[in-house]
């Protein structure tokens, strides 16, 4: 990822802008939240916990090549706009463990 497909991160504590150093963003008001597999995490423990390891276990049922629909790519056109799959940049956020199944 290049500095300019990294979006600019704000402490959810204090909104400042996260400054990117090495595998760690930082906040001028002292929070640091690390990066694990290229994905920023702001969140240590959840109420969503459970929901990570079904999503892991289920990964592919979104899938439409799995579901023989086109739900998925129907719901991504509603968001990103007829751009998908011609160079859109998404940024998605999830607060589960799932995020490293996406
Ligand atoms: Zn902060």
């Known amino acids: 990822m290049t500095k300019s497909d990294w ?3 704000h ?3 204090h909104t400042k802008r996260l400054k990117k150093e090495g595998k760690v963003l930082t ?3 002292g929070d640091q ?3 694990r597999n290229g994905v ?3 969140v240590t423990t959840s109420y ?3 929901f990570g390891p079904e999503a892991k276990k289920y990964r592919t049922t979104q899938f439409d090549s799995y579901s023989g629909t086109t739900i998925t790519r129907d719901r991504a056109r509603q968001c990103v706009g007829e751009d998908l799959g ?3 940049c998404v940024t998605s ?3 589960t463990e799932a995020v490293d199944s996406n």
């Open 27 to 29: 906040c001028p008001g």
């Open 40 to 42: 920023p995490r702001f």
């Open 48 to 50: 969503a916990d459970a």
């Open 86 to 88: 011609r160079g859109a």
């Open 7 to 9: 979006p600019d991160w």
């Open 11 to 13: 402490c959810p504590n």
């Open 93 to 95: 956020i999830d607060i």
């Open 33 to 35: 939240f690390p990066i």
